[in-house]
């Protein structure tokens, strides 16, 4: 079994300010963990991922999220926040390895970025 | 290399009708996944075809189906619609089935009357 929790449904920050998007997990398995972005009315863009390799993750656009095995969490941040960054992000985590379609998303986080 | 495209981007329809929604995957990637987006429910997993084969399912009625060509092209069908069938309906490709790096669509957005 698996579940992501992202802790906030909303979160709001001044442009030029850090971004704090947070996400817990919990899987039976090794999970690899994803962060999606969707704009209104788009698909969801892959933002980064993790999937067993370097613990901090690079992804597009600045962002960068941190697998914490201990904390079961899996947090998204950006050092500075654009008015181009407001959008919905999902925490979504599989299992991995196991050739099985099992995303499970998060509820996800609206970002609103202020001027 | 073009992303995954989806056809069409609105449909409105009533209650009772069907409806063929078509989603195009990248090229070379052989799976597809379907995904429901709902306000109330959120993302929720349709189904997934690799090699015209439907390999994994979510938990929805039988009313919600598929199909996957030789080209990976695939399609999915509601009949018999229902008024909570209205929501933005996700496609996403990847290389092989079960696939865990996967790339979505712009969606399809189906309004049910």
């Known amino acids: 079994a698996q579940s992501v929790t992202q802790l906030d449904s909303h979160v709001s920050v001044s442009e030029g300010t850090p971004v704090l998007l947070r996400c817990n997990y919990s899987?039976?398995?090794?999970?690899?963990l994803f962060w999606y972005v969707q704009h209104p009315n788009k698909g969801l863009q892959l933002l980064l991922k993790?999937?067993?390799?370097?613990?901090l993750v690079k992804g597009i656009n600045g962002f960068e999220a941190e697998f914490k095995k201990s904390e079961t969490s899996f947090h998204l941040t950006k050092p500075s926040a654009h008015m181009s960054d407001a959008a919905e992000y999902f925490c979504?985590?599989?299992?991995?390895?196991?050739?099985?379609?099992?995303?499970?998303f998060g509820s996800g986080t609206r970002l609103q970025v202020q001027p | 290399k073009a992303g995954v495209t989806q056809t069409p981007r609105y449909l409105i329809k009533t209650r009772g009708q069907q409806v063929t929604l078509s989603c195009s995957p990248i090229?070379?990637?052989?799976?597809v996944s379907w995904y429901q987006q709902t306000p109330g429910q959120g993302l929720q997993f349709l189904f997934e075809?690799?090699?015209?084969?439907?390999?994994n399912k979510g938990n929805f009625p039988g009313r919600f189906s598929g199909r996957q060509f030789s080209n990976s092209r695939s399609e999915m069908n509601v009949s018999t619609l229902e008024l909570g069938d209205s929501a933005l309906y996700l496609c996403?490709?990847?290389?092989?089935?079960?696939?865990?790096?996967?790339?979505f669509g712009p969606g399809t957005r189906l309004l049910v009357l």
């Open positions: 993790y999937t067993s390799a370097a613990t």
């Open positions: 075809y690799f090699s015209e084969t439907q390999r």
């Open positions: 090229s070379g990637h052989r799976s």
């Open positions: 979504v985590v599989t299992p991995r390895g196991t050739g099985r379609r099992a995303l499970t």
């Open positions: 899987s039976s398995y090794s999970p690899s």
């Open positions: 996403a490709s990847s290389l092989v089935a079960g696939g865990e790096t996967q790339y």
